[in-house]
Nanobody, 117 residues
């Protein structure tokens, strides 16, 4: 089992920045099986969507809506992923969820990001 804890959400004005962190914990054997971590978001009335993912080897993918503004990174030794968000827009307002993948999927509780216009 893997537990995920997000932090770093909050309220920011449009054009501002936030950095989300996701710390994974659990049995070392489980943590060593994490092959991908990522961030997803769900805005009110909308479906859950992928924001960014990164593999253990450092290969990242981004939602087109955030390319050039968001950067995902991860520390394998610390079992932590980060999402640096810049030039935030009101459309980025959502609950952001951390995700980790082994042979199973694990999710954090979510952290609210609100961007005011």
């Amino acid at each position: 089992q893997v537990q995920l804890e997000e932090s770093g959400g909050g309220l920011v004005q449009a054009g501002g920045s936030l950095r989300l962190s996701c710390a994974a914990s659990g049995h070392p054997q489980s943590l060593n099986q994490i092959n991908k971590m990522g961030w997803y978001r769900q805005a009110p009335g909308k479906r859950l969507e992928m924001v960014a993912t990164i593999t253990r080897n450092g290969v990242s993918q981004y939602n087109d809506a955030v390319k050039g503004r968001f950067t995902i990174s991860a520390s394998n030794s610390e079992n932590t992923s980060y999402l640096q968000m810049r030039s935030l827009k009101p459309d980025d307002t959502a609950v952001y969820f951390c995700h980790a993948q082994t042979t199973s999927d694990f999710w954090g509780q979510g952290t609210q990001v609100t961007v005011s216009s």
